[in-house]
Structures are given as structure tokens and as C-alpha cells.
């Protein structure tokens, strides 16, 4: 059973373009999150998908930045136009449907650098 | 307001020597207390998670921790640290219908002396 898988690692990008991270959550998993980790900072929680749906997004910057989780393939962040501010780490955690005791499982990140 | 707090940014400690690893948490609600390891350039690694129950728990890599609702504490040890343990090591907070919506503390990175 793979875990959760985030492509890409690595992402480069210049002041201006577009930024699409994937995330595939683990089998059996509908419950997606992203956080996004400054350089020197914690994970800060950005928003919380289900299948076409958006739960929770308090924590999502009010432009350039949305999220999806179609109901095939994988879950995207989208930040458009981005700027140097944006360079971070994006993290995809995902969980399953809901049950008492239930934990998130976390990908290893795409590193997003703007140039 | 809901945070979690890792007083130490940064400890030093020599390899076989014990740790401790401070968590302090302000939530409204019962709370679900995780601690998560991060190693440079990797994701995060759950060490330990507290639902309910025994409030002592113990994870994997021989770490354990310990809840303390009257101090609103959740701190992490280890009897004696490996140098493998060298890493940066988070304290987060989340509520049982909220699945993985977890706030964070601003980590702790532990360097460990040979």
C-alpha cells in the first residue's frame, strides 16, 4: 500500500507562472489537506478536501492560491502568479473517511522555489 | 485562541544521554495530541499520537510521551538519544472530528553531540 505521493519534489519556477503540486492520498483515503512550511516555521494548515468538495479553507491565502480533488486523480494546489513570497513547502497529508482516532498520513513535500 | 507551543527552537544533547522535548497546547477542545519527526529535505514522520486512554504513550524508535491535562502538556522523551536522532521534531494539536486539520508548533531541532 503506497503512502501519499506528491509530484513533483522539486519545483522551480519563475516570478509570474503558474504552480501545480499533486497529491495522491493513500488507498482507501478520501480526506485530503494541504499545509504549507516556510522556511525555519511549522506546517501551517492551508485546506481540507474531500471528493469535489471543499470542507475547509481558512487557512488558504485569499488569492493566486486554490485547490482541488476531483473525483478521479489526484489532488491539485494551484498558486498562480506566483511570487518569491510563495517559495515553501507544500505538504499533502490525507486520512480516511471519518472515524473516531483517525490520523493523517503525510507526503514527503514539493519543494517549491520562485525565481 | 488554539496554538501550540514548543518553547526550545533548538537542543543540543549528547548521544546516550536522555531527552525531553517540551509541548504546550491552548485548545478548546479535547484534544488529540501528535508528535511528528521531520529530517532535512523529508516529510513527516509520526512518532506518537495521544486519542485517549493511558496517558503515557509510547511510539516508535523508542520515543514516548506523556499527557498532562492540568498543565496542558505533551512532552516528548527518550532515554537515550542515537545520533540518527538528530532532526527536527514537531508538536501538533488537532480535534477528533477534524481529522488531519492539525495546528502546528514551530518545531524543535535536535543536534546530537557524538
Known amino acids: 500500500n503506497a503512502g501519499v505521493m506528491q509530484n513533483p519534489r522539486h519545483l522551480v519556477r519563475r516570478r509570474g507562472q503558474e504552480a501545480r503540486l499533486r497529491c495522491s492520498p493513500m488507498k482507501g483515503h478520501s480526506h485530503v489537506y494541504w499545509y504549507r512550511q516556510l522556511p525555519e516555521e511549522g506546517l501551517k494548515f492551508m485546506v481540507y478536501?474531500?471528493?469535489?468538495?471543499?470542507?475547509?479553507e481558512s487557512g488558504m491565502p485569499k488569492e493566486r492560491f486554490s485547490a482541488e480533488f476531483p473525483k478521479e486523480g489526484p489532488s491539485i494546489l494551484r498558486i498562480q502568479q506566483v511570487v518569491r513570497g510563495d517559495s515553501a513547502a507544500y505538504f499533502c497529508?490525507?486520512?480516511?473517511?471519518?472515524?473516531?482516532?483517525?490520523?493523517?498520513?503525510f507526503g514527503q513535500g514539493t519543494r517549491l522555489t520562485v525565481v | 485562541a488554539q496554538s501550540v507551543t514548543q518553547p526550545d527552537i533548538h537542543i543540543t544533547v549528547s548521544e546516550g544521554a536522555s531527552l525531553e522535548l517540551r509541548c504546550n497546547y491552548s485548545?478548546?477542545?479535547?484534544?488529540?495530541l501528535f508528535w511528528y519527526v521531520q529530517s532535512p529535505g523529508q516529510g513527516l514522520q509520526l512518532l506518537l499520537k495521544y486519542f485517549s486512554g493511558d496517558t503515557l504513550v509510547q511510539g516508535i524508535k523508542g520515543f514516548e510521551a506523556e499527557f498532562k491535562r492540568s498543565q496542558s502538556s505533551f512532552n516528548l522523551r527518550k532515554p537515550s538519544v542515537h545520533w540518527s536522532d538528530a532532526a527536527e521534531y514537531f508538536c501538533?494539536?488537532?480535534?477528533?472530528?477534524?481529522?488531519?486539520?492539525?495546528?502546528f508548533g514551530q518545531g524543535t531541532e535536535l543536534s546530537v553531540k557524538p
Open positions: 501538533a494539536v488537532g480535534a477528533h472530528n477534524q481529522g488531519g486539520k492539525l495546528i
Open positions: 478536501l474531500q471528493k469535489e468538495n471543499i470542507i475547509d
Open positions: 485548545y478548546g477542545a479535547t484534544p488529540y
Open positions: 497529508a490525507s486520512s480516511p473517511p471519518f472515524a473516531s482516532n483517525t490520523e493523517a498520513f
